[in-house]
């Protein structure tokens, strides 16, 4: 058996949002349909703007959705994967990744969902805009960009302010709401981490005055965290880490050649610094992109690896910081 690394740090308690207000917004669920095999509910989308979407001109394309991946996304949303009887009232909206290029809609997106509703979580799958939407690598210069205008963190953040105004309603506790990523997706979660104090689009209704800030932070293999260094583990200065930054949860394989170790290992060491409760999970072997039950490299006998019991870890650390009972 591979042998598994554990680094843990238990760090100061940090300031938890205290957003209550409510507000409808015109895009309601318009309907939801059980999955008995899950024994949850699953809303249709839900758009996360209810009028017209900031820097809208920067997405082209049709979106398309081929064999799990979602590319040409210009009207994003939100679908919420509800727990059917035990309810805990914590709260995950979940970034799928695909290098802010595409979306790996279904490994980590909806499998990751119904694995959170199985557990009394409800799970929020957002389908954010892509491409070129974040720091990319770009096919002309075949090098890495930052993005015209941050149009995944403006999705982000949206979705998070209108989650926490229809917590209520969705039988949500307001101050568990938390964010989860994959890849690319796990550097938005860093991301709407520390750019939570203002919103990067103009406000546009009373949604924009909540809270966008993450109760907890859940990092899967993140990508873009050493952008925009010049020093060996440096954090991407667009990252500012500080002691209001939420609780994290880091996980990555020792041999990922998608992107690297680094990546996680900068992010640890300035949440470490800062103080910020963190647990930080490290394994021999895994690659990159992996879901639940398997490894979108196709990584022989993947399911048989230490690492393919994760989803264990992130249970029991969601217990421990108290977003779900033990």
């Known amino acids: ?42 809303s249709k989308e839900i758009s996360i703007w209810s009028g017209s979407i900031p820097d809208s001109e920067l997405i082209n394309g049709t979106e398309t959705y081929n064999d799990g991946m979602v590319t040409n996304v210009s009207h994003p949303t939100i679908t919420i994967f509800s727990p059917k009887e035990k309810n805990t009232g914590a709260a995950v909206i979940v970034f799928p990744g695909g290098g802010y290029n595409k979306l790996a809609i ?30 990319h690598q770009d096919k002309d210069c075949k090098c890495e960009k930052d993005p015209v205008k941050p149009l995944a963190l403006q999705d982000a953040q949206r979705a998070m302010g209108l989650v926490r105004s229809r917590a209520r309603e969705w039988n949500i506790d307001p101050n568990k709401i938390g964010v989860m990523g994959f890849s690319a997706g796990g550097h938005l979660v860093a991301d709407i ?23 907890f932070g859940i990092v899967m293999y993140p990508g873009h965290m050493s952008f925009h260094t010049n020093k060996p583990y440096e954090l991407n200065r667009t990252l500012p880490v500080d002691g209001n930054t939420p609780p994290m949860f880091l996980l990555q394989a020792g041999n ?20 910020v409760s963190t647990e930080y999970h490290i394994y021999a072997e895994g690659g990159h992109a992996f879901g639940l039950s398997e490894s979108a490299q196709k990584i022989p006998n993947w399911t ?9 870890l992130v249970e029991r650390w969601l217990k421990t910081i108290k977003m779900i009972s033990k």
């Not at 690394?5 to 409808?24: E, T």
């Not at 048989?304 to 994760?310: H, N, R, V």
Request: with cysteine; charged share 25%; hydrophobic share 35%.
């Open 304 to 312: 048989e690896l230490p690492i393919a019991d994760w989803e264990v």
């Open 256 to 275: 990922d050649a998608i992107d690297s170790i680094q990546n996680s290992l900068v992010y640890y060491i300035a949440l470490k610094k800062a103080g």
């Open 193 to 215: 981490s520390t750019n939570y104090r203002k919103r990067v689009y103009p406000e546009i209704d009373e949604l924009d005055k909540l809270s966008c800030r993450p109760d």
């Open 106 to 135: 279904d490994l980590e997106g909806s499998e990751i969902c119904k694995w959170l509703s199985s557990i009394g979580v409800t799970g929020i799958l957002l389908k954010y805009r892509v491409p070129a939407s974040g720091p």
């Open 1 to 42: 058996m591979k042998q598994l690394f554990l680094i843990s740090l238990v760090g100061i308690s940090v300031i938890s949002c205290n957003q209550d207000a409510q507000h409808k917004q015109t895009q309601g669920i318009q309907a939801t349909r059980t999955d008995e095999s899950a024994s949850l509910l699953i």
